[in-house]
């Protein structure tokens, strides 16, 4: 089974910039639609941003024009590149992988924005 492994996580100050990284292992990486979401306490798991196979990009409107998600196939890697960050948005951020039967969450990476 396809394993994912999040990095990049940590603590800034509001108004920074943090980039995420999401490995995953095994073999046919492109074929996957892979997403980002968080999970403030006391609060539902959202979804943050999502790239298709082909990579097309959506984005959850709070983040839009600040979060970026990109993907390198070639490093079988997904990455979340945030600016401009606020103080709500302090989560733990999670990586995801959905393909053709196979849905797989990363353990997650803890965000902390200060203001």
């Known amino acids: 089974q396809v394993q994912l492994v999040e990095s990049g996580g940590g603590l800034v100050q509001a108004g920074g910039s943090l980039r995420l990284s999401c490995a995953a292992s095994?073999?046919?990486?492109?074929?996957?639609?892979m997403g980002w979401y968080r999970q403030a306490p006391g609060k539902q798991r959202e979804l943050v941003a999502i790239?298709?196979?082909?990579?097309?990009?959506n984005y959850a409107e709070s983040v839009k024009g600040r979060f970026t998600i990109s993907r390198d196939n070639a490093k079988n890697t997904v990455y979340l590149q945030m600016s401009g960050l606020k103080a709500e948005d302090t989560a733990v951020y999670y990586c995801?992988?959905?393909?053709?039967?196979?849905?797989?969450w990363g353990q997650g990476t803890q965000v902390t924005v200060s203001s």
């Open positions: 995801r992988l959905n393909g053709p039967g196979e849905s797989v």
């Open positions: 095994g073999s046919d990486f492109s074929i996957y639609v």
């Open positions: 790239i298709s196979s082909g990579g097309d990009t």
